[in-house]
């Protein structure tokens, strides 16, 4: 049996709970993966600890009625109030879903995931300042304990991003990633060329839920940065850094110059890339008119798309949702199957 702790329960840990719960039964019968969640821990929502597992069921009709998990049945066994660092070390949990608020710096969760792997158990987060503020140390203390550091969910949400580059194209040598990784800057451009303004693109992005509240994050490009250097960490080996990212967001595209390159055949799109060329590698963020005849350009909306450059494969494109709460929560069981099969067979790639 896996025992799951749940670091945060907003969005994605409540729509993480409600896949397990529709989904357990399947899940059990077709791959053998008796998954349950045993504790959640919340600074807003509260504590509730159960070794045996926790009725989903009930669980989220607390949440759902009452905003808080105080109200969850008396039961045996049931231990409540724990704080997120009790809850990762002292609960018979073996995997951490690191799913709690953080902070631009990596904060709470850089320090949550340390202590997950120092109690030797395994990790899923889909926040990205683990993964890409935390990486060398992160996954090094994965190593060190045989844990494993899931981050699927932090590029392109459970689209499989990082999964196709580093497991399913493995053999290949990649030389260069480049991707539209930052689903808000792409539906602006859409409507934008469309007609909109770039205000109200803007603001439609944020009404739709796609945008930061601060919107910075989404058009001035960090959102993206973040995510080429987990790419690059992960998927190329290379230890990237967030500064070494020349980045440059849409704030001075306007609907004219976005309508004009429809004209002349192109799509104005926010790009994150990452060569590698020798020793060398070079990584920026930032808008490139892109041909129409690249698969990167026929790419609307909030979709998120990528493409690995291969030397035996030439270039592969994925295209799916970047965002989401449903999707992000695939990503999590994504990286739970995987620590299931990687059980069952001793080894992974991704
Ligand atoms: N605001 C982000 C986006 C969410 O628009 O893609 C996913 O990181």
Known sequence: MRRIALIGFGGVGQAFAAVLAERGEDLRREMGLDARIVAVSDPFKGAVYQEGGLDLRA???CVREKGSVDAYPEGPGVVRGLDSIATIQETAAD??????PTLPGGEPSIGYCRAAFASGKHVITSNKGPAALGYAELSA???????????????MSGTPSLWLGKAALAGNRI????????????YMLTRMEEGLEYDDALGEAQQLGYAEAEPSSDVDGHDAQFKIVILA????????RLEQVQRTGIRDLTRKDVEAAVRAGSHWKLLARVEVDGSEVRASVGPVRVPSA???????????AITYQCDLMGPVTLVGAGAGRQETAFALLADLIRIEQRA???RSLA
């Open 59 to 61: 669980l989220s009709a």
């Open 95 to 100: 995997t951490i879903v690191e799913v709690s």
């Open 141 to 155: 203390a994965a190593k060190a304990v045989g844990a494993y550091f899931g981050i699927e969910g932090t590029v």
């Open 175 to 186: 030389s260069e990633i480049r991707g539209i990784l930052n689903g808000t800057t792409n």
């Open 233 to 240: 960490q992960h998927v190329l080996g290379v230890p990237l």
């Open 294 to 304: 690249d698969a990167l350009a026929s790419v609307r909306g909030a979709l998120n």
């Open 344 to 346: 069952a067979t001793g």
